[in-house]
């Protein structure tokens, strides 16, 4: 890994030069915007790490400037403010300065970078005419959610905002989580019954879903479904602390198929000809089109900015060999879940690895409720 230290006048990162340099990395250390400018245009790096403020430049909106560019560069911002809506940041680490946090962090998501960076993803994404749009409402919430004084007045204001979207995070609300009695008829009667997290999981359903391509033999609302039933049972397998996280990766293992699938009709037609119904058909994927939905969808989230450990877990749903690397956590949850929704047998190796024979049954009944 390549990595870039954008730094101000103040050395803000020379701590983090210091410790980079003892583990010899291969990096360079630049301080101001137009060096910065320079060394991105003659070199090639995978990782840019800035200081919060850079010649009266805040970071973040550096980090705009560098993803429209050079969208495949991991973004990692040195910023107090971790609050602040940081779109176009993967990682933000505070002063003072976890130097070792930061240089763990780097090695453990280099191979899952270079796997989702690959010309032939990069190509990929780039030549679609329409996008789904990253969702810009969860993002507001995800970064207000982080204040200490956020109530639930702030996060129904931010939501009434598009009122597109509040009749369609209404309608997901009392779909998905109906529960006989009076329906929601307001953005403050879903956070009462459904709680924060879920709702925010909602949010993000209702934008990413308002993307509708065109692909014939592939249905939209299924893949809703799917979504939103992985996410619920991924979230009950984790750790309280873990489950909103568990919620959105369950959300968006899928995106990249409403991507990969827009490439080439023709491609997409044989695909479909060829797929076998409640078969992953990854290796189908890869001969048809050069790669996979997961590893498409797992760009797609770089370049939107969500953390290396959501991307990890769409990244991997489809690989439960590499999971067993890992304690049990969001990615683990995440292939388990998708499995059973779909009806299919988990890896046996994953299962004897997390101990899981002896809940495997409940788990199984859990994701037929939910289906």
């Not at 390549?2 to 050395?11: A, P, S, T, V, Y």
């Not at 299962?351 to 199984?364: C, F, P």
């Amino acid at each position: 890994m390549k990595i870039l230290l954008i730094d101000n006048n103040d050395n803000q990162l020379l701590e983090l030069k210091q410790e980079l340099h003892k583990s010899r990395a291969q990096f360079a250390h630049v301080t101001g915007l137009n060096a910065a400018v320079s060394a991105l245009s003659q070199h090639q790096f995978n990782v840019v790490i800035c200081a919060a403020m850079v010649d009266n430049s805040k970071g973040s909106a550096i980090f705009e400037m560098i993803a429209k560019k050079f969208p495949a560069i991991v973004r990692i911002l040195i910023d107090s403010n971790e609050q602040q809506e940081q779109s176009a940041v993967h990682y933000c680490f505070a002063k003072p300065l976890a130097c070792q946090t930061i240089i763990k962090t780097i090695t453990q998501l280099s191979n899952n970078n270079q796997a989702i960076t690959k010309d032939i993803i990069v190509k990929t994404i780039a030549n679609i005419k329409v996008l789904p749009s990253p969702p810009k409402v969860y993002m507001q919430l995800n970064a207000i959610l982080k204040a200490s004084n956020t109530d639930s007045q702030k996060i129904a204001q931010i939501i009434q905002q598009d009122p597109a979207l509040t009749a369609k995070v209404l309608q997901f609300s009392n779909n998905t989580f109906a529960t006989g009695t009076k329906p929601m008829m307001n953005i403050s009667d879903a956070i009462t019954k459904m709680g924060i997290d879920t709702l925010c999981c909602i949010v993000m359903t209702a934008e990413l879903f308002s993307y509708k391509p065109d692909i014939k033999n592939f249905s939209i609302l299924d893949e809703q479904l799917h979504s939103l039933a992985t996410a619920k049972l991924a979230a009950s397998m984790v750790k309280q602390e873990l489950k909103q996280d568990a919620m959105i990766a369950g959300l968006l293992h899928d995106i990249g198929k409403v991507v990969l699938y827009e490439v080439n009709e023709k491609s997409t037609a044989l695909f479909f000809m060829h797929r076998i119904n409640d078969d992953d058909n990854i290796a189908l994927e890869n001969k048809i089109f050069a790669s996979d939905h997961s590893h498409v969808g797992g760009y797609l989230l770089h370049t939107w900015g969500f953390s290396y450990q959501i991307i990890e877990a769409v990244v991997l749903h489809h690989q439960p060999e590499k999971l067993l690397l890992k304690s049990f956590g969001i990615a683990q949850a995440v292939y388990l879940a998708n499995i059973l929704v779909r009806k299919q047998t988990p890896n046996e190796a994953f299962i004897e690895h997390y101990k899981l024979s002896g809940v495997i049954d409940a788990l199984t009944r859990r994701a037929e409720k939910l289906m």
